[in-house]
């Protein structure tokens, strides 16, 4: 207990301590009014644009030479972006813990004994409570609040009807409909909360006391500043709107049914946990139709006997398999899916995207090379890994790099050779540059220099500052793009018609830049750490 209790009170301190670093970080970088004009003056103008573009695809990456200095060029360009923390490069088998033939048979049988219970039996909340992994909501829901399977059910289904069971992803699922109603789907509450002291008899005189003087005309708003012991007493005792699911979870099941049956404008007593509530209902939603539903959620899980399975032969295959370069060969033989040339860093909190897996890449940091480890647990998997070898700190190599590079220059080198050719041809329509590009004009509005994504097009800054510099009806020489270049003219132009706010905007710009300096001043302390 005691051990329990130091670790949450160290992670609490070092929480807290996080958090006044970052706002202290956020309050000392704050937006000026150059930079709130900057961003209004970037979305305050929009165009609407009709576009031609030739795909960089439109040109072989064969017919385009690239050089060996200009890659060199780049990389040393680039290289502060290729720094790198040592790196383990491993390769693992994942397998998936799964159910067996055995266990979907033997859940199959349980649902369907549990079907003809369902129908018969008015034990209804016993049962889902028994049986699903989905608690018994003992509540009326409005059909739009049901998943889309459970409402085409109640929409046709009369009281007391079963419907299922049916099987997807691993999961059986069975309904009843146990009642329907035309009532409020929400109702709007105050209360006056009379805290717990023990003394039941003086709550209960005190309570029928404030009701009766809110029944003779009594100010509930006043009463409830004066006498509410908890935090809605500042507001009136307005504690909001409640369906029946809110009710029931937020207190309990007396006060959903004493909000859900009190009238406009009336009050009743309840008592809760939390206390002893005068509640008063102040509105209503209209009348809707409503269903209580049992639902029955089973996930067929595997079952000792075959999470033993899986795992003896997994082991096996590792007592028999501890030759690094002999596994590729054997995983195959055994029918194990064997990932190689995987590197990871010891920042890295998961292999690929399989969950808790840290273990591992801890594990790899530990051990060296040609070692292959015992067998994790990760989650819904069992993970066996083995070293290759170890990439030493400092900066990815440039033939690691040169695909990337290589890549970026082959379209950087299509695209010069795409705008001077259409260049060369002097048109003078939208159309007509569609017609030599091999495509099709289209159009886009709302373009502006803040747009981050262009609808239909992508990420293309360059577009958009170009067409943030347009003059209407004017046509655009050839834009070099990502994917791309392209050619537009702006056949419209849309001012936002709202007002220059300074204050607000300087508050929106703060608002997004705490979280970015946050973010990057805790992983910059992480990476200068030497821990």
Wanted: net charge neutral.
């Amino acid at each position: 207990g005691r051990q329990f209790w130091m670790f949450w009170e160290k992670n609490i301190k070092r929480q807290r301590l996080e958090q006044k670093y970052t706002t202290l970080l956020s309050k000392a970088v704050s937006a000026n009014k150059l930079d709130a004009k900057d961003a209004f003056d970037g979305s305050a103008v929009s165009s609407d644009i009709v576009y031609a573009m030739q795909s960089y695809a439109s040109i072989p990456d064969s017919t385009i030479q690239v050089s060996k200095s200009d890659i060199e060029k780049l990389y040393n360009q680039r290289k502060e972006l290729f720094k790198q923390k040592e790196g383990k490069v491993i390769k693992y088998i994942a397998v998936d813990i799964r159910p067996s033939k055995e266990d979907y048979d033997k859940a199959s049988a349980e649902i369907e004994a549990l079907k003809s219970e369902l129908a018969t039996s008015e034990k209804v909340a016993d049962l889902v409570t028994e049986n699903s992994e989905i608690p018994y909501m003992d509540a009326f829901f409005t059909e739009n609040a049901l998943d889309p399977e459970m409402k085409q059910f109640v929409k046709t289904a009369n009281v007391g009807d079963v419907y299922g069971p049916v099987f997807e992803n691993d999961k059986y699922r069975l309904f009843k409909l146990v009642d329907k109603t035309v009532a409020p789907d929400s109702v709007k509450v105050s209360h006056i909360m009379l805290a717990n002291t023990g003394d039941e008899a003086a709550i209960k005189a005190k309570a029928d006391s404030l009701l009766n003087v809110l029944k003779k005309g009594g100010d509930f708003v006043a009463l409830a500043k004066e006498y509410s012991a908890d935090q809605a007493a500042e507001k009136g005792g307005e504690l909001g709107w409640f369906t029946e699911a809110t009710a029931l979870r937020g207190v309990n099941d007396d006060f959903k049914k004493a909000v859900f049956s009190t009238p406009i404008n009336d009050y009743s007593i309840v008592k809760s946990l939390y206390g002893t509530h005068i509640i008063k209902v102040t509105d209503k939603t209209a009348n809707v139709d409503k269903y209580k539903v049992a639902d029955i959620d089973m996930t067929v899980s595997p079952s000792t006997k075959t999470y033993g399975n899986i795992y003896n032969e997994l082991n096996q295959f590792i007592s028999k398999n501890q030759n690094i370069d002999k596994l590729d060969d054997a995983a195959k033989e055994a029918g194990y899916n064997l990932l190689s040339n995987v590197t990871v860093t010891a920042n890295d909190q998961l292999l690929g995207s399989i969950k808790n897996s840290r273990p591992v890449i801890r594990w790899a940091f530990q051990n060296s090379k040609g070692d292959i480890s015992e067998i994790f647990e990760c989650d819904d998997k069992f993970v066996i890994a083995a070293i290759q070898g170890t990439l030493p700190e400092g900066y990815r190599s440039l033939e690691s790099v040169t695909p990337m590079l290589k890549s970026e220059l082959i379209a950087q080198k299509k695209g010069e050779k795409i705008a001077q050719d259409l260049s060369a041809k002097n048109l003078s329509s939208v159309d007509a540059y569609a017609q030599a590009m091999n495509s099709s004009a289209d159009s886009v509005k709302f373009v502006s220099f803040a747009t981050r994504r262009i609808a239909g097009i992508g990420v293309e800054p360059k577009l958009n500052a170009m067409v943030s510099l347009a003059q209407k009806d004017q046509l655009s020489a050839p834009v070099v793009g990502n994917n791309g270049v392209y050619v537009f003219k702006v056949y419209e132009q849309n001012k936002d018609t709202k007002n220059y706010d300074e204050a607000a905007e300087i508050k929106a710009l703060d608002a997004s830049n705490a979280y970015r300096f946050g973010f990057q001043a805790i992983q910059s302390l992480v990476n200068k750490a030497d821990v």
